[in-house]
């Protein structure tokens, strides 16, 4: 399961394994915008997600 948490929350879901970048691709993310994290562990792009992982993209926010 994929879930999107930020200013828009989104889940979806994917039916073979790719790296954690076309799953973004794929949803339209920018990399440079959300922070990923896979069955509970930060993961950079390249890590492989399988459909019966959790992942998680936590969108960044900065201000003061």
Sequence with gaps: MI???????????????????????KMKLSGERYISILNGIPVTGDRIVNPSDELLFLEI???G
């Design 3 to 25: 879930k999107i948490k930020g200013r828009t929350s989104l889940t979806n879901s994917i039916e073979t394994s790719m790296t954690v970048d076309a799953v973004m691709e």
């Design 61 to 63: 926010f900065s201000g």
